[in-house]
């Protein structure tokens, strides 16, 4: 089995000599993998096992082909390059050959080598030091390109282009990271507890933990963080099949995104259980409040900000760059509708939850929170009573999110919806 090293030998060849000469130094066969699609101007004395015109064939070109591509159409160029080398990696895995996989890249070889990394399976050891960080990419795209497989990034600061003091600290550093990775690589256990998915935030944090506590004794708790991006991470889980159910206590980044808000998500987060029949259990922890941070969009003038009169409301400032804004009656009102527009397009009501705190959505939202405003909680629950099909069960609990008796429902419910599940 060997370390797959992958990388343009004519724009990085002196980069990867020295990871692969530090791997082979460690001990382990190296693989050298060359994904160049002629934009380098080295020519490399390095030789490759595996050479771009084999990775291109894979993926359904020529490497002629793919050089003139580059003058007219480059996204299809490297698109050729990234299927080629999916396929190769993943060959190489299926026939155990593979133990762990490293890239150095700029931008066009780190949008390559992301889609073989991605393909290969959670725990393998993945590598990758790039500059990408440097292009214009919103932080919240980021996820779009790492997506839920566990790919570790050492960003490079600089271009990894040429070989200077930096670039070669970083191929040492990078080299011998991959190999303590593949050195103390440990499995998944052959019997592992059916996973659930848990997203929650800082203000529900404490809620979370009690059910976490509740549930782990037979279940593998699988926590995502409700900023957006872990958003996105537990649909593509749930997508996969490697969740038994969804306990979304933080379904927020639906209301962000028709509200404008930082940790917005788009128009389908809501679509879990579309397909039947899969336990979905719902709170309402974040409908409170809008992320609007930083603060210093509310002296620019910033459309949020002005468009919604945030600076008018109740607002937590956690820190320069977190800000809460409350949400109102009239947009508790719209986001109930919106909700339950979404859920009730869903198929097998029956295995669908929504369970509300009525003393608060969140921390910030029960009494003496920042963001405490009962007309507009009780604006959303209204609405949402009206709006929502009968055959999706609302629950109301004399309690706040973060309180053990809540918790307690949650995980009553989740077992009741799994023995029906079962039963069928």
Known sequence: MAIVIVGMLDEREEALQIVKEQIERRGHQSLLLDISIGTGAI????????????????????????????????????SIMAEGLTKKVTEL???????????????????????????????????????????PIPSNRMTDYFGSKDITLMHSVVDTVGLNSLIKTLAINGANAICGMVEGWASFPSEKKPSIGLTEFGFC???????????????????????????????????????????????????EYLLGGNRAFGPNRLNVA???????????????????????????????????KLAERKILIQDPLRVQARTNPEEMEMIAEAVAESLNQSSNKEFIKFIIPQKGFSSLGKEGGALYDPHADHAFVETLKKALDP????????????????????????????KNRRSL
């Open 205 to 255: 944090e404490q809620g979370a933990d009690y059910i976490r506590k509740l549930l782990e004794k037979d279940y593998d708790l699988i926590s995502f963080h409700a900023t957006g991006g872990g958003d996105q991470v537990a649909l593509d889980f749930i997508q996969q099949g490697l969740l038994e159910a969804f306990i979304d206590l933080v379904p927020a980044s639906f209301s």
């Open 43 to 78: 020519v490399p004395s390095l030789h490759p096992d595996i050479p771009p015109e084999e990775v291109v064939r894979l993926g359904g070109g020529t490497i002629d082909q793919v050089k003139k591509l580059l003058l007219t159409d480059r996204n299809k160029a490297t």
């Open 93 to 135: 895995f299926q026939a155990n050959k593979l133990k762990g996989i490293i890239a150095i890249a700029g931008t066009t070889g780190t949008l390559i080598s992301l889609k073989a990394m991605k393909a290969l399976p959670f725990g393998l050891p993945k590598l990758l030091i790039s500059s990408f960080l440097n292009a």
């Open 274 to 308: 579309i397909h039947p029949p899969f336990p979905y259990i719902l709170a309402p922890c974040g409908f409170d409040m809008i992320s609007c941070g930083p603060i210093e969009r509310r002296e620019r003038d910033d459309p949020l900000w002005t468009k919604r």
């Open 391 to 418: 055959k999706i069960e609302i629950i109301e609990v004399d309690s706040d999110i973060n309180d053990p008796q809540f918790a307690q429902v949650v995980t009553d419910c989740l077992k009741e919806i799994l």
